[in-house]
Nanobody
C-alpha cells in the first residue's frame, strides 16, 4: 500500500559526498510533508531535513549548510544531498512522510532505511 524505499547509502571518506534517494509509492505525494531522519547506534532518531508540500525546507543544526533536501513531485522522489560528510554523520537514514490531511501530525510513514558510513 505505502512504500518508501531509500537508496544511495554506502561507505564514504570524511569530507566526501553522497546523495540519498527516496522512492515514494504513496498517494497524494505532492501534498505531503517529507523528511529525512537518521539514527546512529545508541542514539535517538533525529531529524535531518524536511521539505513541505509548498517547498519550505528545514534542517537540523548540524546539517544546515552541508545537506540539501529536495523533491521531485513528478517522480514522487525525495533526495538528500550530503556534502562535507563527517564520521558523526554515520547512521541509518530514513525517509518519512506525513499525512497530507493532517500535516501537523508526526511522521507516520517510514522506509526501512539506508546505511551511511563515513570513515575518519
Amino acid at each position: 500500500q505505502v512504500q518508501l524505499v531509500e537508496s544511495g547509502g554506502g561507505l564514504v571518506q570524511a569530507g566526501g559526498s553522497l546523495t540519498l534517494s527516496c522512492a515514494a509509492s504513496i498517494s497524494f505525494f505532492k501534498s505531503r510533508n517529507m523528511a529525512w531522519y537518521r539514527q546512529a547506534p545508541g542514539r535517538q532518531r533525529e531529524l535531518v531535513a524536511s521539505v513541505s508540500s509548498t517547498g519550505r525546507t528545514n534542517y537540523g543544526d548540524s546539517m544546515q549548510g552541508r545537506f540539501n533536501i529536495s523533491r521531485d513531485n513528478a517522480k514522487s522522489m525525495v533526495y538528500l544531498q550530503m556534502n562535507s560528510l563527517k564520521p558523526e554523520d554515520t547512521a541509518v537514514y530514513y525517509c518519512a512522510a506525513k499525512s497530507w490531511v493532517h500535516p501537523g501530525d508526526e511522521y507516520i510513514y517510514w522506509g526501512q532505511g539506508t546505511q551511511v558510513t563515513v570513515s575518519s
